[in-house]
């Protein structure tokens, strides 16, 4: 009965051509992502600018021969590599083209320049040029320095954490493992900041799949041979709610895994067990790429499999496929446009529309404080929807199960 509710969505030509579009969607935010010139891009100082997986190559070979433990002498030595550089003809030159021959010399340990010109600049703030002010001494407090401007942010006025959120923070900072492991990670970096927006696409996709599974049966003028059968109410019912569950599944799998092999494979997979402060330098979270890559997809399947329950329930209840798949868009894209129009700060961070934007969550350390105690956003998402998607299964079962003949 499972595998003939699923031929049934799959065998519609509205079906196959959204597969089609789903694909096509793949293929354009894997390019954008593999031409993300943030930070896919190599300049050699020649005039010529590489992107996509020529700059990828290139990069790779150039960073990971700083690839390490980043170390008081690795940071050391770093300020006096980009020391030598400035001091060059090239880069004291009043010709751009010179400056990009100096510029391309600095590219191998550009990443480990940003994390010391972060460091050093005040907390929330970025100075790109703060590194070549810098002595090599300096650098050695690099993981010193994270922690000292943190606590003097939270003694002046302009502080946007609580006394309780910022002891919090200072716990985590002071937890984080030092010294980095640094290698080749900018695959990640745009992995990561470009998935939010094919997880949306996908979550969106999904629901139009399951979105006519309980509605067919009345728009096909067969619910009344369906509720009469043997198992009409609870096994074939049953059958509906597993056939959503496992292509929500399935495809999520699927196109999840497609998108990020294609990336990967493109662009290299090292660089996945570098902490994410080394792209999200306040972050609060002390986690590897690879770790918030699985907490991002995660979040993303959570609110996926929220979204498409919902859009089931209203399938159900309405026996409207129409309205069924508004439900997803109204989820997901809706509300995070009104809450842009109508404040509500503290409401917006719960909507499920946030689970498709835990990168968003990761990097700007977004907590809560729950019974007087401080919780990151990330865990306390993820927790509470999935403790609601639990609960919707059952809920569907019943509603269709007492749907009357008319």
């Given at each position: 009965m499972i595998f003939y509710e699923i031929k049934k969505v799959f065998s519609k030509s509205?079906?196959?051509?959204?597969?089609?579009?789903?694909?096509?969607?793949?293929?354009?935010?894997?390019i954008l992502t593999i031409n993300n010139l943030e930070y896919i891009e190599y300049a050699d100082g020649q005039k010529h600018v590489f992107t996509g997986i020529a700059a990828a190559n290139k990069l790779r070979d150039a960073k990971n021969q700083w690839a390490g433990y980043l170390t008081e002498d690795v940071l050391a030595k770093v300020i006096e590599e980009n020391n030598k550089v400035n001091s060059s003809k090239e880069s004291q030159s009043d010709d751009f083209n010179e400056n990009d021959k100096a510029y391309a010399e600095k590219q191998g340990f550009s990443s480990i320049l940003d994390l010391i010109s972060r460091a050093f600049s005040e907390y929330g703030d970025y100075d790109y040029y703060r590194a070549d002010s810098i002595t090599a001494q300096e650098a050695k407090g690099l993981y010193r320095q994270r922690i000292?401007?943190?606590e003097a942010y939270l003694e002046t006025e302009e502080k946007q954490f609580s006394d309780a959120e910022g002891d919090f923070m200072k716990k985590q900072y002071q937890a984080l493992d030092t010294p980095f492991y640094y290698e080749y990670e900018d695959n990640w970096k745009a992995l990561l900041q470009n998935i939010s927006t094919f997880l949306l696409i996908l979550a969106l996709a999904i629901g139009f799949f399951v979105s006519g599974i309980f509605s067919d049966e009345f728009q096909l003028k067969a619910d009344s041979i369906f509720f009469?059968?043997?198992?009409?109410?609870?096994r074939a019912v049953l059958a509906k709610i597993a056939a959503g569950f496992l292509i929500a599944t399935g495809l999520?799998?699927?196109?999840?895994?497609?998108?990020?092999?294609i990336v990967l494979l493109l662009l290299g997979a090292g660089g996945s067990g570098c902490p994410i402060q080394i792209d999200m330098w306040d972050s609060c979270y002390n986690l590897t790429y690879l770790q918030a890559y699985f907490l991002i997809v995660a979040g993303g399947y959570i609110g996926t499999l929220f979204s498409s329950m919902l859009a089931m329930i209203v399938s159900a209840k309405t026996?409207?496929?129409v309205i069924a798949i508004i439900v997803p868009f109204a989820l997901l894209c809706l509300f995070p446009f009104l809450s842009r129009i109508i404040t509500l700060p503290g409401l917006c961070s719960l909507f499920p529309d946030q689970l498709l934007e835990l990168y968003i969550h990761l990097?700007?350390?977004?907590?809560?404080s729950i019974?007087?105690?401080?919780?990151?956003?990330?865990?306390v998402l993820l927790s509470a929807y999935l403790l609601l998607c639990a609960a919707l299964p059952p809920a569907l079962y019943c509603i269709y199960r007492r749907t009357e003949i008319k």
């Open positions: 509205m079906s196959k051509i959204a597969l089609l579009v789903l694909g096509a969607a793949l293929v354009i935010v894997s000292s401007s943190l009469s059968s043997r198992l009409g109410r609870n999520y799998a699927l196109f999840t895994f497609l998108y990020t092999f026996h409207s496929t990097k700007h350390s977004v907590t809560f019974g007087g105690t401080i919780r990151t956003s990330v865990p």
